[in-house]
């Protein structure tokens, strides 16, 4: 990275300028040489990280603004102005592809959205979660079960998490780890309500209940909002029959 080399070069040049020329090489001296150059490497490279970090998002900011206008080629676009700051600042290029990815899948352009969330920073765990679902969509379970153990193990205290990868566990067939993933989760999430729930639910061979979380669960594209409406309308349909009994 580029910030790093600059604030290596600057605190290397003020140490040694110091070291050989205001001191001339004294014996005693290299210590006090050595501290000024580390102070001048972190507060170089402090700078440096604010500079870029204030451009990056001021990118993101313009990008969410365009998603919000519902332009989402131009927040494309502006997301990767960013990948000119790729060589300066850690980690930019990786979050950059996992935005640009999670624009792709919710447009349902789900070959684009795999190639960019491959790239991606896997300490976004939406991102992460349709990466795993990519995999399941392309009949590859252990890559898929890869992905949400590496979600998991970075972001443990969110709960749709656990509950999207037993959803997706289940979807391919593998109820019993799907209930073990989820008792792992309610460990992890202080007994969430919702988790709580659909553990019964898989317990007792229910459907489990993700319209709870709204638009959060929607943007996975498992489920589609016209189906789950036409399950509520048939349940209200059965119990108004009961009713009349």
């Not at 990786?94 to 969330?117: C, N, P, V, W």
Request: glycine share 6%; aromatic share 12%; with cysteine.
């Amino acid at each position: 990275m580029y910030n790093i080399l600059i604030s290596f070069a600057l605190a290397a040049l003020v140490g040694s300028g110091l070291y050989w020329g205001y001191w001339k090489g004294a014996a005693g001296y290299a210590g006090y040489a050595t501290l000024v150059a580390s102070v001048v490497f972190v507060a170089a490279f402090f700078v440096l990280s604010r500079l870029f970090v204030k451009k990056l998002t001021a990118i993101m900011a313009e990008a969410e603004h365009e998603l919000q206008a519902n332009r989402t080629d131009k927040a494309i676009k502006v997301l990767e102005k960013g990948l000119q700051y790729r060589h300066w600042q850690l980690y930019v290029t990786s979050q950059i592809h996992s935005q640009i990815g999670m624009i792709y899948y919710i447009k349902r352009d789900f070959a684009q959205a795999f190639e960019h969330l491959k790239k991606g920073i896997s300490r976004n765990w939406a991102a992460m979660g349709m990466l795993a679902i990519c995999y399941m969509k392309r009949s590859k379970p252990k890559e898929m079960k890869k992905t949400f153990e590496k979600a998991v193990a970075l972001t443990k205290n969110e709960p749709l998490l656990w509950n999207l990868y037993a959803f997706c566990m289940d979807k391919i067939g593998e109820h019993q780890q799907a209930i073990e993933i989820m008792e792992r989760g309610l460990k992890k999430t202080s007994r969430d309500e919702k988790l709580e729930a659909n553990l019964s639910a898989l317990r007792e061979g229910r459907r489990m209940k993700m319209e709870n979380y709204g638009p959060l669960w929607y943007q996975f594209h498992l489920e589609k909002t016209g189906e789950l409406f036409k399950m509520q309308v048939r349940s209200m349909q059965g119990r108004r029959k009961m009713v009349r009994r």
